[in-house]
């Protein structure tokens, strides 16, 4: 599975610090897990960004140890062409399966509202 992503979309999310990639991969895995399943394919969406993002084993380590409201304020408070990111990766952890439950896209649409994404057509 390859996400798409162009050398433009490569140089925006080297923008990312390190508590947004750790906010950012806490979010999948969130994403990956609340319809009850772990799919491999979702696990590859979540390895590719964790590759895209350069996110190193410091940072997962790190992401343990984040609570709901500092994820949720330093997500929140992100540049907006950041946030695009966040909610197309969400997207894709979602859709890697084949099937979205109703439990993912409430998900979905109760994170974009939580984080303020911008809306992407």
Same mark, same amino acid.
């Given at each position: 599975?390859?996400?798409?992503?162009?050398?433009?979309?490569?140089?925006?999310? &080297?923008? *990312?610090?390190?508590? %947004?990639?750790?906010?950012?991969?806490?979010?999948?895995?969130?994403?990956?897990? $609340?319809?009850?399943?772990?799919?491999?394919?979702?696990?590859?969406?979540?390895?590719?960004?964790?590759?895209?993002?350069?996110?190193?084993?410091?940072?997962?380590?790190?992401?343990?140890?984040?609570?709901?409201?500092?994820?949720? &304020?330093? *997500?929140?408070?992100? %540049?907006?062409?950041?946030?695009?990111?966040?909610?197309?990766?969400?997207?894709? $952890?979602?859709?890697?399966?084949?099937?979205?439950?109703?439990?993912?896209?409430?998900?979905?649409?109760?994170?974009?509202?939580?984080?303020?994404?911008?809306?992407?057509?």
């Amino acid at each position: 599975m390859s996400l798409g992503l162009g050398f433009y979309d490569k140089m925006a999310l &080297s923008q *990312l610090t390190s508590l %947004e990639k750790q906010s950012l991969y806490q979010l999948l895995c969130a994403a990956m897990v $609340v319809d009850g399943n772990r799919d491999s394919r979702e696990m590859a969406v979540i390895n590719e960004v964790k590759q895209l993002t350069g996110m190193t084993a410091s940072d997962l380590e790190a992401s343990r140890k984040l609570t709901e409201p500092v994820m949720t &304020s330093c *997500l929140r408070n992100m %540049e907006d062409f950041k946030k695009m990111y966040v909610g197309k990766f969400i997207a894709q $952890v979602v859709l890697a399966d084949g099937v979205v439950s109703d439990i993912e896209e409430k998900f979905f649409y109760y994170l974009h509202d939580k984080l303020g994404l911008p809306n992407i057509d």
